[in-house]
């Protein structure tokens, strides 16, 4: 169902300076979701909120949207010694706490930007800081099948077409991810 990618210190160490400094430009979004999705994928347990993200790349052959930091995507791909063959997107998430968030709570489960005319794509979803807040993998039913706690330095990959959410931290004062989707 997944797999859990431990990453060097040097590039986690790089990863985290430069996404916690005041120079980098985060953006505000109104929900956690940037696209639309089915409203049955809007459980009794979804608590949406705002977030933050800074986009690196987006589309697979457009490469003239690419952030000034986009440089720490392929080095943390090598890192994390993945055989990419294509990057659609690279995208880093950043959400504050919530402390009224009840343990069973989350955000919309989704997938990411999961076609199935693309059957071998994946989302390789990297924790830049130690925090609360886990994934959560869903089956179809919208049940919640595994849970992966937010490590620094730590990547879950994982197939497109699987059911996720994240939670808001509770204790900490934010969680920063950097998302992307990618085929092997």
């Excluded at 790089?14 to 953006?27: A, H, K, M, R």
């Excluded at 989302?123 to 609360?132: A, G």
């Amino acid at each position: 169902m997944y797999k859990i990618v431990t990453i060097d210190k040097d590039i986690v160490n790089e990863i985290e300076n430069v996404l916690t400094s005041p120079d980098f430009g985060w953006y505000f979004q109104t929900n956690s979701y940037d696209r639309p999705f089915p409203k049955s994928y809007i459980t009794k347990n979804c608590v949406d909120s705002f977030q933050l993200t800074h986009v690196f790349k987006q589309g697979p052959h457009n490469i003239d949207n690419n952030s000034p930091y986009f440089y720490l995507i392929p080095k943390l791909l090598k890192a994390a010694n993945l055989n990419v063959k294509t990057l659609f997107r690279a995208k880093a998430n950043f959400n504050v706490a919530n402390v009224r968030q009840k343990s069973n709570q989350h955000q919309a489960p989704h997938t990411d930007l999961f076609k199935p005319e693309y059957p071998n794509w994946y989302t390789f979803l990297y924790y830049v800081n130690e925090s609360d807040g886990d994934t959560l993998f869903f089956d179809k039913k919208f049940k919640i099948i595994k849970r992966v706690s937010p490590q620094r330095g730590k990547a879950v990959l994982f197939r497109n077409d699987l059911l996720h959410a994240a939670q808001n931290p509770k204790k900490n004062p934010y969680r920063i991810v950097i998302n992307m989707v990618v085929s092997e």
